[in-house]
């Protein structure tokens, strides 16, 4: 069971606006940045979102981050094919004094 | 370009010991602190241990205390990662990534899988 909560699963169809939650708690997500990751099929992870709502060079805007309390999103706008992946979030923990992800969601793309 | 190639990985019984590297190039290695993430098949990402610039911190996760070791040779910018007393539930592929101390992870290699015989 993963310290971070993420819905399994979300579907939307191409073009469409899609958001993944990431719900954790005050020792973690409250106290510490969020990070997505994109994993598409037999990949490594690659980073989408830090520090809660920055992009890395070359993350299309399309892609971003938000965080409030003790939960952060992403949002996905203008859905592809290719945006079928699963995505991750993670931060620290500094209870734990450990590094923690989120089990992911799985996007389809309709 | 930034590139981190994982090698060391293979199929070992329940008990023995594997010795993971990361090979790090396009980047001054000692400027990063620089993790261990796993992925069970068909699983998520659980972050393992990490390693400060000069190797003076160390922090790992509960499931890998006292079996596990990170290290680092910033002369050779390899990170290692020392993996004894294994088992069946080790299985999984094993990512080095550049990181911060306490935030994200920038950069990922391309993993390097650890099975665990029983």
């Known amino acids: 069971q993963s310290v971070l909560t993420q819905p399994p699963s979300v579907s939307a169809a191409p073009g469409q606006k899609v958001t993944i939650s990431c719900s954790g708690s005050s020792s973690n997500i409250g106290n510490n940045y969020v990070s997505w990751y994109q994993q598409l099929p037999g990949t490594a992870p690659k980073l989408l979102i830090y520090d809660n709502n920055k992009r890395p060079s070359g993350i299309p805007d399309r892609f971003s981050g938000s965080k409030s309390g003790t939960s952060g999103t992403l949002g996905i706008t203008g859905l592809q094919t290719g945006d079928e992946a699963d995505y991750y979030c993670g931060t620290w923990d500094s209870s734990l004094s450990a590094g923690v992800f989120g089990g992911g969601t799985k996007l389809t793309v309709l | 370009e930034v590139l981190l190639v994982e090698s060391g990985g293979g199929l070992v019984q329940s008990g023995g010991s594997l010795r993971l590297s990361c090979a790090a190039s396009g980047f001054t290695f000692s400027s990063y602190w620089m993790h261990w993430v796993r992925q069970a098949p068909g699983k998520g990402l659980v972050w393992v241990s990490r390693?400060?610039?000069?190797?003076?911190?160390?922090s790992s996760a509960d499931s890998v205390k006292g079996r596990f070791t990170i290290s680092r040779d910033n002369a050779k910018s390899t990170l290692y990662l020392q993996m004894n007393s294994l088992r069946a539930e080790d299985t999984a592929v094993y990512y080095c990534?550049?990181?911060?101390?306490?935030?994200?992870?920038?950069?990922w290699g391309q993993g390097t899988l650890v099975t665990v015989s029983s």
């Open positions: 990534a550049r990181g911060a101390a306490a935030s994200h992870f920038g950069y």
């Open positions: 390693i400060s610039l000069d190797g003076s911190t160390i």
